[in-house]
């Protein structure tokens, strides 16, 4: 079993919504910094989000004011809410943490696995 599980992708209209989710180990989602990134083929992984264990949250320009991010303590898990999605939103999203925001964004220590997102126009 991975420390960060994610879940949620699928086929979604573009300018609809879809919620992602990750459930990361106890010890890790107490003290960690989680984000996500989005990874689509020929390009380099790209961070989209982050938030803190005080429920700060931190936005890549291109997600801010569509994306949300929550997480929910008494399950462990963190929840990605994709609104008003567009085409170039696709790709296959990561869950990651790490114990630094910087660290989190140029390269985290923890990785789930991926699941993809497709949008169709």
């Known amino acids: 079993q991975g420390q960060l599980v994610e879940s949620g992708g699928g086929l979604a209209q573009a300018g609809s919504s879809l919620t992602l989710s990750c459930v990361v180990s106890?010890?890790?989602?107490?003290?960690?910094?989680l984000g996500w990134f989005r990874q689509v083929p020929g390009k380099e992984r790209q961070w989209i989000a982050a938030i803190s264990s005080r429920r700060n949250t931190y936005y890549e320009d291109s997600v801010r004011g569509r994306f949300t991010l929550s997480r929910d303590n008494a399950v462990n898990t963190m929840f990605l809410q994709m609104n008003s999605l567009k085409p170039e939103d696709a790709g296959v999203y990561y869950c990651?943490?790490?114990?630094?925001?910087?660290?989190?964004?140029?390269?985290?220590?923890?990785w789930g696995r991926g699941t993809q997102v497709t949008v169709s126009s």
């Open positions: 990651a943490a790490d114990s630094m925001i910087l660290n989190l964004q140029r390269g985290p220590r923890y």
């Open positions: 106890g010890d890790i989602f107490k003290t960690h910094f």
